[in-house]
């Protein structure tokens, strides 16, 4: 037994089928002759489009105008949710990170007033034992010291002062 092989990317049409396809290709291969890169000329088609047009009524044409337009703001819009939302997720992760810091810092300064605290009570015990050989200010502890003599005090006294010509024209004050 032989079996001849099929073709299998051609589907199965029935032979009145196919006498009108193989008609329907005759025709436009006549009506339309094929350019040099093997395609048909579509001019025709664009013709009849550009009739088709301008044989729109008026109220079609407002509707066409309409649609254009609701696209163009759904489009605008979108765009606009789009980048409120990109912006809205940046500030909350801007905030986010700010407020890890401000907690990090408040944090921080609660370890060092604790620190402080601890070194000033360590002193004040310290001050207090008799080891240490701290004593209590007293007046006879005071140290004075005698005033500075004058010539010290007098400031040189420079040649004459550069004087500056001031115009008559430029108000004094406001």
């Known amino acids: 037994m032989s079996v001849s092989p099929r073709n299998s990317t051609a589907p199965r049409q029935p032979r009145a089928r196919r006498a009108a396809l ?3 290709t005759r025709k436009a291969s006549t009506s339309a002759p094929p350019q040099k890169n093997g395609q048909f000329s579509t ?3 664009k013709e009849a489009n550009l009739t088709q047009r301008s044989q729109l009524p008026p109220l079609l ?5 309409v649609q254009r337009g609701s696209c163009a ?3 605008s819009l979108i765009a606009t949710a789009l ?3 990109a912006a809205t997720v940046y500030l909350q992760q801007q905030w986010s990170e ?3 810091t401000l907690l990090k810092l408040q ?6 007033t604790a620190a402080d605290e601890t070194l000033k009570h360590k002193l004040a015990e310290q001050a207090q034992s008799q080891e240490e050989g701290l004593t209590f200010p007293s007046p006879e502890q005071t140290i004075y010291l ?5 010539e010290a005090l007098e400031v040189p006294v420079s040649p004459e002062p550069v004087r500056v010509p001031s115009p008559s024209n430029v108000p004094l004050g406001y």
């Open 22 to 24: 193989q008609k329907r």
């Open 43 to 45: 001019r025709k088609v």
């Open 61 to 65: 044409g407002l509707l066409l105008w």
């Open 73 to 75: 703001i759904a489009f």
């Open 83 to 85: 980048a409120s939302y």
């Open 98 to 100: 700010a407020y890890k």
């Open 107 to 112: 944090r921080e300064t609660r370890n060092l």
């Open 146 to 150: 005698s005033p500075s003599t004058e």
